[in-house]
């Protein structure tokens, strides 16, 4: 996945010399000169993390962290301080508005791009650790997160198969076999629909399409 980072700094050098290098490094990048254009950019492009200054025209980046993680739907949103200003009182001011991480200014972009990475990383493992599939044969039952899923009997059967053995590969000639059995002749597309249908359901990410062999499942 490509993540994108949005770069606010009022000083037009600092926009454009991290952005390329950032750019250099796979990233998708976006930048504003405010704190207030910072939090309009991140309502409509919903980037994976933010790269704030601290101190800005029109609105500061504490004020603007603040914002972003009391605003519904950006408030997940990695903020990373990234400022001059790297005495004690600013780096608690800004983990207190919400900071995931606070970099001084000056740092090395090799340095700055590690930071970038563990945090992203930190983040996305989170994500996969929280989302969580359970599956219940005995009471034929499938929770998210603790919430149930309400599935048909061969999509249940399809994915009680699937996670019965995470990262096994399962041929499209076994799927056929356990779940609609042998002697039931069914189309070439029936389990493209009802795999297409669960991953509606359950989360694109949990069930692997192995071209032209067949599926697995990971957590």
Sequence with gaps: ??????????????LEFVGYNL????YEVETAT??????????????????????????DGFEACRLIRTTK?????LIVFLTARGDEN?????????????????????????????????KDINEVSEDAIMVDGERHLVTRNGE????????????????SQPGRLFTREEIYDAVWGTDIVVGDRTIDVHIRNLRKKIGDH????????GYKYED
Excluded: C
């Design 1 to 14: 996945m490509t993540h994108r980072i949005l770069i606010v700094d009022d000083e037009p050098d600092i």
């Design 23 to 26: 750019k250099k490094e796979g």
């Design 34 to 59: 405010n704190g207030r254009e910072a939090v309009d950019v991140t309502l409509a492009w919903h980037p994976h993390l933010i790269l704030l200054d601290a101190m800005m025209p029109i609105m």
């Design 73 to 77: 739907g950006i408030d997940n949103t």
């Design 90 to 122: 600013s780096q608690v001011k800004g983990f207190d508005a919400g900071a995931d991480d606070y970099i001084a200014k000056p740092i090395q972009l090799k340095a700055l791009a590690s930071r970038i990475r563990a945090v992203l990383k930190r």
């Design 148 to 163: 149930e899923i309400v599935l048909p009997r061969k999509e249940f059967n399809l994915l009680a198969l699937l996670h």
């Design 206 to 213: 949990h069930i692997q399409t192995i071209k032209g062999v």
